[in-house]
C-alpha cells in the first residue's frame, strides 16, 4: 500500500485573532473573514469540506465532507518559517531575532575578523536605497553591505565587481555559521549589485535559511524510507534539510499544477506544499479583491486535486499564520488556522473543535505512516477521524471481491414468487465475511431480503462490528446496474453499524461506496430512545 499524504499550507489565510494576539498588535485580525464575503469569494469546495464549520468561523454546511479543526499557534512567531516548522512539529520558544538598531559589535567584529573585509551601514534600510548610499565607499574600500530589515534577516550587498558573486556567497556562508544560538536570524541573503551610480541589483539573490535546530517530521519521514516532495519554498523554509525532491514554482496556480501532477505519480510519503501568493501579493499588499479571487482559483484547482486522491491518501489544508488584508497592517498577524483533513478512509464531519497547536498536523501524519514522533511536538488527531475501513486487516477482501461473492450468492436465492435474485457480502472489521441471499415465502410477508439474512446470519454468530456489505441484484439471470437496499434492510444497518458504515452498490466490474448517511439520512438510532 502506497500511502501519500499530501499537506497544502495556504500561506497567510488564517481565521481569526489568537487569544495573545493583543501582544502582537493584531487584535480584530482575521484574514478569512476579511475576504469571505468579498463578491470575487466563491469557495464551494472548501465550504463543502466544512471551512465555515471550523469553530469560530461561522456560517457552515449541513454535512461537511471533511474532518476540521481550529489550530492555535504555540511557538513564538508569526512568520512563514516559524508556522511551518510548527506545523512540521518542532516549536520555537523564542522568536526570531531582529535588529532595528543593527547587529551587535559582538556580531560585526566576528564577521570581519572571519571575511577579512570591513562593513558599512549595518541598521535596516531599503535594498535598493542601500546600494545607491553606500555603493561607491563599497567600490572604494572594499567594505561590505551589511543591512537588516524589520525581519530577522542579515543582508550582504557587494557590487559584483569588487566581491565576485562565489566570494560573496562565501561571506554568507561564514555569517550563517556565525549567527547561532542567540543571533540564529531567520535568514542570511546575499545581494550582488552590477553597474554604474545608482547600480542595479542582480538575479544572483542566493538565501540561506537557518536549519531547523531540532528534528522535524520530514527528518523522522526520510530517516524511515517516505519521500518528502517540496513544491514552492518549503524546501527554503527547512533549508534543504531532510527534502527528498523540490520544484520551484512561480505562482499559486503554477504550485497547483505542479501539484496535480505529482498526484499522478507513484510514491510512498508526503508531499507538502506551500502557496505564497496569498501572502506575498495579496496579504501583504491589503488587496481584499484579489486575495479573494485567489482564494476561488485554488478552490477550482482543489476540486481537480480531490478527483486525483487515490484510496490511501489523505489531503490536509492548512495555513501558517495570518495577513489581515483589511486592516491597515501589511504585515502578518497572529490568528488561529485552519485544518481540513480529506481523503477516502477519513470521516465525514468530524469537529475537532480548538486544538493547542499546529504541530497536532505532524503527529497525525506520522501516525499515519506509522513512523514514531520521536523528540517532535505535537498531538495525532487521525484515530478520531480514519473511519474503521481503514483499519480492516491487510488480508480482507477488496471491494471487487466483495461484490464477487455477493454476485455469487445469487445462486442461491429462493425467490420462487418475484424471480428477483439478490445476493448480498457483509464484511466485520475483523475481515471475516457473511454471505446472504433474498428467501422468500408462500405468504410473502416472512420474506427476508439478502442484507438482513447476511446480518442475522453474523449476529448470530456475535460478530459486532461491521465496515462494509456489497449488495448485488437483479432478476434471474441478468445483473441490474445498481440494487438498492430495501428501507428496511437500512434501518437493520443503522441499528448495528455507524454512519461510516460502507454500503457497496453495483455489479462486479462497476461498482460505487457509499456512506450509510448518504443512504439513509435523517437516521433514528437508538441514541434516540
Ligand atoms: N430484496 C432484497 O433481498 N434486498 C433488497 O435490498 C431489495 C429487495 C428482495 C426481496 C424480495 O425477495 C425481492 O428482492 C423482490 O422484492
Known amino acids: ?24 498588535h493584531d487584535e480584530g485580525s482575521n484574514t478569512l473573514g476579511a475576504i469571505r464575503d468579498h463578491i470575487n469569494f466563491y469557495c464551494p469546495v472548501m465550504t463543502d469540506m466544512g471551512l465555515f464549520n471550523i469553530e469560530g468561523v461561522g456560517g457552515g454546511v449541513q454535512s461537511p465532507s471533511a474532518s476540521f479543526a481550529r489550530l492555535a499557534e504555540v511557538s513564538m512567531g508569526k512568520d512563514t518559517t516559524t508556522g511551518h516548522w510548527e506545523i512540521a512539529g518542532l516549536i520555537s520558544e523564542n522568536p526570531f531575532p531582529a535588529y532595528p538598531d543593527g547587529f551587535p559589535a559582538e556580531v560585526i567584529d566576528e564577521f570581519e575578523r572571519r571575511t577579512g573585509r570591513k562593513t558599512l551601514c549595518n541598521k535596516p534600510y531599503s535594498g535598493t536605497d542601500v546600494i545607491r548610499d553606500y555603493g561607491e565607499e563599497h567600490i572604494k574600500s572594499g567594505a561590505l553591505i551589511v543591512y537588516t530589515s524589520a525581519d530577522s534577516v542579515f543582508q550582504i550587498a557587494a557590487h559584483e565587481s569588487v566581491v565576485p558573486v562565489e566570494e560573496l556567497y562565501r561571506y554568507c556562508e561564514i555569517a550563517r555559521e556565525l549567527l547561532q544560538g542567540k543571533h540564529a536570524v531567520g535568514r542570511v541573503i546575499a545581494r550582488p549589485f552590477t553597474g554604474e551610480y545608482p547600480f542595479e541589483r542582480t538575479s544572483n539573490r542566493h538565501d540561506y535559511s537557518l536549519v531547523p535546530p531540532k528534528d522535524t517530521m520530514l527528518d523522522l519521514l526520510s530517516r524511515a524510507g517516505y519521500e518528502t516532495i517540496s513544491v514552492g519554498k518549503i524546501k527554503d523554509i527547512f533549508a534543504g534539510k531532510s527534502i527528498s525532491e ?198 410473502f410477508t416472512p420474506t427476508v431480503c439478502a442484507e438482513r439474512t447476511a446480518f442475522f446470519k453474523a449476529i448470530s454468530e456475535g460478530e459486532h462490528e461491521f465496515a462494509k456489505i456489497a449488495i448485488v441484484g437483479g432478476r434471474d439471470g441478468e445483473i441490474s446496474d445498481f440494487c438498492a437496499p430495501c428501507g428496511v434492510c437500512r434501518q437493520v444497518m443503522a441499528e448495528f453499524c455507524d454512519e461510516d458504515f460502507i454500503v457497496i452498490l453495483g455489479r462486479p466490474g462497476a461498482h460505487k461506496e457509499y456512506r450509510l448517511s448518504e443512504v439513509l439520512p435523517f437516521i433514528f438510532t437508538k441514541k434516540e430512545l
Open 246 to 443: 523540490s520544484t520551484h514554482i512561480t505562482s499559486n496556480n503554477n504550485g497547483c499544477e505542479v501539484t496535480l501532477d505529482i498526484m499522478d505519480r507513484d510514491f510512498k510519503g508526503l508531499c507538502f506544499v506551500n502557496l505564497v501568493d496569498f501572502d506575498m501579493v495579496y496579504g501583504h499588499r491589503n488587496d481584499v479583491p484579489g486575495y479573494a479571487r485567489a482564494m476561488t482559483d485554488f478552490d477550482k484547482y482543489l476540486g481537480k486535486m480531490i478527483a486525483r486522491l487515490r484510496d490511501d491518501d489523505l489531503l490536509i489544508i492548512t495555513a501558517d499564520h495570518g495577513c489581515d488584508p483589511a486592516t491597515p497592517s501589511t504585515d502578518h498577524s497572529r490568528e488561529y488556522v485552519p485544518m481540513l483533513l480529506y481523503g477516502k478512509h477519513v470521516r465525514r464531519g468530524v469537529d475537532l473543535k480548538t486544538r493547542d497547536s499546529f504541530s497536532d498536523i505532524s503527529a497525525t501524519i506520522l501516525e499515519y505512516f506509522g513512523v514514531d514522533q520521536g523528540e517532535t511536538s505535537g498531538h495525532s488527531f487521525l484515530a478520531e477521524c480514519l473511519s474503521d475501513a481503514a483499519f480492516l486487516p491487510s488480508d480482507a477482501p477488496s471491494d471487487e471481491e466483495l461484490v464477487q461473492i455477493a454476485a455469487d450468492m445469487r445462486n442461491k436465492a429462493y425467490t420462487p414468487y418475484s424471480n428477483y435474485k439478490v445476493g448480498a457480502a457483509l464484511l466485520s472489521k475483523s475481515g471475516q465475511v457473511y454471505t446472504g441471499c433474498n428467501i422468500e415465502s408462500a405468504t
Open 1 to 24: 500500500m502506497n500511502k501519500r499524504v499530501f499537506l497544502i499550507v495556504l500561506d497567510s489565510v488564517g481565521i481569526g485573532e489568537l487569544p495573545d494576539a493583543h501582544l502582537w
